[in-house]
């Protein structure tokens, strides 16, 4: 198996680090019977989650908070980023479905620091978002469970307008 080694020096210790290509089994749960969307949000910090059938009727909906992110050291949070994408991939494996994901692009914030305050809450919870969203993209390949990417432009108005009013819910 291929692989690459990166050596690093910290604190006058040498670490190796590896890294090997894995491989994923076949896809074998897909879109067929329905998928599990899922949309992260910055503020409440949580993923909302809904399961529809094949042809786009609610079946389920739910969310997971994630209060672990907003505190707590670099090593914490990725850990508890694991823990939620293990949630959501649980969640799909058991009903079957295959996972819906928003596309988002992440656009170049300008130079550091010239950010405050609200709007840097939101870029940070961007690297969230992100490093989530790749977990889930991994776990869901491990199990064999497709992941399909999305346009966000008219996700939430969707969800306003067939959703929210129908099942008195949230847009998202």
Do not use: C
Not at 19 to 24: G, H, N, P, R
């Amino acid at each position: 198996i291929p692989y690459s080694v990166e050596l690093k020096l910290k604190n006058g210790n040498i670490y190796a680090y590896f890294a090997i290509e894995e491989e994923y089994p076949e896809v074998k749960i897909t879109k067929e019977k329905g998928v599990i969307g899922i949309d992260i949000n910055a503020y409440p910090d949580n993923i909302s989650w809904a399961e529809v059938d094949e042809k786009g009727n609610l079946i389920g909906y739910g969310s997971i908070t994630m209060p672990e992110l907003a505190s707590g050291n670099k090593d914490k949070r990725e850990y508890f980023r694991w823990q939620y994408a293990h949630e959501i991939v649980k969640i799909a494996k058991q009903k079957r479905k295959a996972i819906v994901i928003e596309g988002l692009e992440i656009k170049d914030k300008g130079k550091r620091g010239d950010f405050s305050g609200r709007k840097s809450r939101r870029i940070r919870h961007n690297f969230s978002y992100k490093s989530i969203l790749s977990k889930i993209k991994t776990l869901a390949k491990r199990e064999e469970i497709e992941v399909i990417e999305v346009d966000p432009y008219y996700t939430s108005i969707i969800g306003m307008l067939k959703y929210a009013p129908q099942h008195m819910i949230t847009k998202d």
